[in-house]
T-cell receptor, first 115, second 118 residues
Framework: AQSVTQPDIHITVSEGASLELRCNYS??????LFWYVQSPGQGLQLLLK??????LVQGIKGFEAEFKRSQSSFNLRKPSVHWSDAAEYFC?????????????FGAGTQVVVTP | GAGVSQSPRYKVAKRGQDVALRCDPI?????LFWYQQALGQGPEFLTY????????KSGLPSDRFFAERPEGSVSTLKIQRTQQEDSAVYLC????????????????FGEGSRLTVL
């Protein structure tokens, strides 16, 4: 069965420190991969996506992610975290190659940023 | 409007009541999706519209759930005879492009409608 796993439910990071959020997927075909962020009182916002090509993807707000086919992973990174990065982050996979909007989401990782 | 608008933002229903949740997508957006997000979980796909056509409703959990988008703009998700397990945040998302072969792959989400069934 297809699945998206975010192993870390909760991460605490100091402001200015680096951040890495893990995402693993189980999917037969070449997936469409996404990272979304959900801040309190706001809708989900797309950070970045991977469809094909360069496996290192740059996104908004200084985030990047790397697709590693051999590890079935699409980890999200940011070199220096800001207090405004505190939010919940969701990794998602496009379920079918002809319907990328039909997404399967992971359970999310809550990020807390400390001073 | 500037973004996807959902109403009501909060709805409390007694078990057995019918509810209707509305989504106003971004003007001109072709694709519209409904997702259900239970507490502590990621969103789960419910259904998808391209204009007024409902192309995929495979995620609707039961025949108590019904969605429509009659004019290809506003959409309504209706839940009949609500049950406690229906308690969740219902998210609507829209995209300028068709969900097949789209170039940007970006969904724009509303803030959601939180349904609590007592």
């Amino acid at each position: 069965a297809q699945s998206v796993t975010q192993p870390d439910i909760h991460i605490t990071v100091s402001e200015g420190a680096s951040l890495e959020l893990r995402c693993n997927y189980s999917y037969g075909a070449t997936p469409y991969l996404f990272w979304y962020v959900q801040s309190p009182g706001q809708g989900l916002q797309l950070l970045l996506k991977y469809f094909s090509g360069d496996t290192l993807v740059q996104g908004i707000k200084g985030f990047e992610a790397e697709f590693k086919r051999s590890q079935s992973s699409f980890n999200l990174r940011k070199p220096s975290v800001h207090w405004s990065d505190a939010a919940e982050y969701f990794c998602a996979v496009g379920l079918t190659t002809d319907s990328w909007g039909k997404l399967q989401f992971g359970a999310g990782t809550q990020v807390v940023v400390t001073p | 409007g500037a973004g996807v608008s959902q109403s009501p933002r909060y709805k409390v229903a007694k078990r057995g009541q019918d509810v209707a949740l509305r989504c106003d997508p971004i003007s001109g957006h072709v694709s519209l999706f409904w997702y259900q997000q239970a507490l502590g979980q990621g969103p789960e796909f419910l259904t998808y519209f391209q204009n007024e056509a409902q192309l995929d409703k495979s995620g609707l959990p039961s025949d108590r759930f019904f969605a429509e988008r009659p004019e290809g703009s506003v959409s309504t998700l209706k839940i009949q005879r609500t049950q406690q397990e229906d308690s969740a945040v219902y998210l609507c998302a829209s995209s300028l492009e068709r969900a097949s072969g789209g170039l940007t792959g970006e969904l724009f989400f509303g803030e959601g409608s939180r349904l609590t069934v007592l």
